[in-house]
């Protein structure tokens, strides 16, 4: 249901677009327009490779249709959710995807008014007392005085409330006391895990740091000419230096962060070129064709040295979480198990890049929670190009005619919410991406809303 209604709301917004773009336009334009692709097609979900379908198949449960028919369902669902989210401004609470298949999506608002609004967008409501921002400002507040007694923080759209939870008997009620929050906010969960980076200092064939440590290279990236890979910061400091898998000199970390956030990125020498591919089961290639991230409740299959591949589903958006280091703020919480070595592997939805690994509890033999720091944040701070393996350039300006112009750049990382202007018109961020050729904001509904 909601897949066809999604499509049907993302081709009327599209004429739309296109209606404008003709009445508006020079005299002699055409008449007609080929549609923009749907959210499916411009996240390329057909093109998963049968190695991360299995992988779905291994961990979630799903036959290879089935497999199939999420990761299109979510990219219909991510696409709805982020021009809901646009439509209910400040009364937004949240939004989820549930089912075997990520078929249902639910968006929840503080105003009743606003139900019919999201049914006829083909969601379920959910009318709730909070906000999603005013339980963000909880959560940073209980983050300012977070211990390791109480490890890990969240935004919980589903039961709309902060989730702290506690290693200790009373520990969350003394960081409530601590914060003068309201304990009506907040739901304490008890936990006997120790989230930790995954950093390992045992052999194994990722990359080393300065010969010993090891991490998992998480997305290969340019700038300018160099080339390199993203990775997670609590993996090597600025002027690290890193051998690859063959024990082959292989760069240096240009910049880190850790705590605070954990990114970072190496830049490797002549000797090694950035590919547009993460490794697969088997050692198979799966390619990597965009970066825009996936909503709560969306499968996520994550690449590293130790495990190989494994799956499971996004649980919440900007979690923190404290480690023996220091907090982190603004990491992916994820069901997917993952060991030490795993650091800095890669998180993919689908062929989009979702973040570099982080750390978490447990293992990938009884299971355990792990979490990612999201790529984009990365890509932004130091200048990045996701290396992708492209796609349609789309339509593009006739033969003879000019670049339309605007503020719009191919290789800028947009957060949703933010503006650009192309062709003449202005355009609203709706999910955060990093932008790329084909990927102009008239051709994809899914990403840009049209002002």
Same mark, same amino acid.
């Given at each position: 249901?909601?897949?066809?209604?999604?499509?049907?709301?993302?081709?009327?917004?599209?004429?739309?677009?296109?209606?404008?773009?003709?009445?508006?336009? #020079?005299?002699?334009?055409?008449?007609? !327009?080929?549609?923009?692709?749907?959210? &499916? %097609?411009?996240? @390329?979900? =057909? $093109? *998963?490779?049968?190695?991360?379908?299995?992988?779905?198949?291994?961990?979630?449960?799903?036959?290879?249709?089935?497999?199939?028919?999420?990761?299109?369902?979510?990219?219909?669902?991510?696409?709805?959710?982020?021009?809901?989210?646009?439509?209910?401004?400040?009364?937004?609470a949240g939004a989820w995807v549930d089912g075997a298949d990520s078929a249902t999506l639910t968006v929840a608002t503080t105003r009743p008014a606003d139900a019919a609004a999201i049914r006829g967008?083909?969601?379920?409501? #959910?009318?709730?007392?909070?906000?999603? !921002?005013?339980?963000?400002?909880?959560? &940073? %507040?209980?983050? @300012?005085? =977070? $211990? *390791?007694?109480?490890?890990?923080?969240?935004?919980?759209?589903?039961?709309?409330?902060?989730?702290?939870?506690?290693?200790?008997?009373?520990?969350?009620?003394?960081?409530?006391?601590?914060?003068?929050?309201?304990?009506?906010?907040?739901?304490?969960?008890?936990?006997?895990?120790?989230?930790?980076?995954?950093?390992?200092?045992?052999?194994?064939?990722?990359?080393?740091?300065?010969?010993?440590?090891?991490?998992?290279?998480?997305?290969?990236?340019?700038?300018?000419?160099?080339?390199?890979?993203?990775?997670?910061?609590?993996?090597?400091?600025?002027?690290?230096?890193?051998?690859?898998?063959?024990?082959?000199?292989?760069?240096?970390?240009?910049?880190?962060?850790?705590?605070?956030?954990?990114?970072?990125?190496?830049?490797?020498?002549?000797?090694?070129?950035?590919?547009?591919?993460?490794?697969?089961?088997?050692?198979?290639?799966?390619?990597?064709?965009?970066?825009?991230?996936?909503?709560?409740?969306?499968?996520?299959?994550?690449?590293?040295?130790?495990?190989?591949?494994?799956?499971?589903?996004?649980?919440?958006?900007?979690?923190?979480?404290?480690?023996?280091?220091?907090?982190?703020?603004?990491?992916?919480?994820?069901?997917?198990?993952?060991?030490?070595?795993?650091?800095?592997?890669?998180?993919?939805?689908?062929?989009?890049?979702?973040?570099?690994?982080?750390?978490?509890?447990?293992?990938?033999?009884?299971?355990?929670?792990?979490?990612?720091?999201?790529?984009?944040?990365?890509?932004?701070?130091?200048?990045?190009?996701?290396?992708?393996?492209?796609?349609?350039?789309?339509?593009?300006?006739?033969?003879?005619?000019?670049?339309?112009?605007?503020?719009?750049?191919?290789?800028?990382?947009?957060?949703?919410?933010?503006?650009?202007?192309?062709?003449?018109?202005?355009?609203?961020?709706?999910?955060?991406?990093?932008?790329?050729?084909?990927?102009?904001?008239?051709?994809?509904?899914?990403?840009?809303?049209?002002?």
């Open positions: 249901m909601l897949q066809r209604q999604a499509r049907a709301a993302c081709t009327a917004l599209a004429a739309a677009g296109l209606l404008l773009a003709v009445t508006g336009g #020079a005299a002699g334009a055409p008449a007609t !327009a080929a549609p923009p692709p749907s959210p &499916a %097609a411009t996240l @390329r979900t =057909a $093109d *998963a490779p049968p190695e991360l379908l299995a992988a779905l198949g291994r961990d979630l449960g799903l036959t290879p249709t089935q497999a199939e028919a999420r990761l299109a369902h979510e990219a219909e669902a991510g696409a709805t959710a982020a021009r809901l989210r646009d439509r209910l401004g400040a009364a937004f967008a083909g969601a379920r409501a #959910a009318v709730v007392p909070r906000t999603l !921002a005013g339980l963000e400002t909880a959560r &940073a %507040a209980l983050d @300012r005085a =977070a $211990d *390791a007694t109480t490890p890990v923080r969240y935004a919980d759209p589903r039961t709309n409330a902060v989730v702290v939870e506690e290693t200790a008997p009373g520990a969350a009620a003394r960081l409530l006391a601590a914060t003068r929050t309201d304990p009506a906010l907040v739901r304490v969960v008890r936990t006997a895990e120790a989230p930790r980076p995954l950093y390992d200092l045992r052999g194994g064939d990722a990359y080393y740091m300065n010969g010993s440590g090891r991490c998992s290279v998480g997305f290969p990236v340019t700038r300018g000419a160099t080339q390199g890979f993203a990775t997670a910061g609590h993996c090597g400091r600025a002027g690290t230096t890193t051998s690859g898998f063959n024990q082959v000199a292989q760069g240096t970390f240009q910049a880190s962060v850790f705590p605070g956030n954990d990114m970072a990125w190496v830049a490797a020498n002549a000797q090694w070129a950035a590919t547009p591919y993460v490794k697969g089961s088997g050692g198979a290639n799966v390619q990597v064709t965009g970066s825009v991230l996936q909503p709560v409740g969306a499968s996520v299959c994550r690449s590293g040295s130790t495990t190989g591949w494994h799956c499971g589903t996004i649980q919440q958006h900007n979690t923190s979480v404290t480690y023996p280091e220091g907090t982190i703020s603004g990491v992916t919480r994820t069901t997917v198990c993952a060991e030490p070595g795993d650091s800095g592997g890669s998180y993919l939805s689908g062929s989009q890049a979702q973040g570099v690994t982080s750390g978490g509890s447990g293992n990938c033999s009884a299971g355990g929670t792990t979490f990612f720091q999201p790529l984009n944040p990365i890509l932004s701070a130091y200048g990045l190009t996701l290396t992708t393996t492209g796609g349609d350039p789309g339509p593009g300006p006739g033969p003879g005619e000019p670049e339309p112009g605007g503020t719009w750049r191919a290789g800028t990382v947009y957060a949703a919410g933010a503006t650009a202007t192309y062709g003449g018109a202005n355009y609203r961020c709706l999910q955060g991406h990093q932008a790329q050729p084909g990927w102009e904001p008239p051709n994809v509904p899914a990403l840009w809303q049209r002002l």
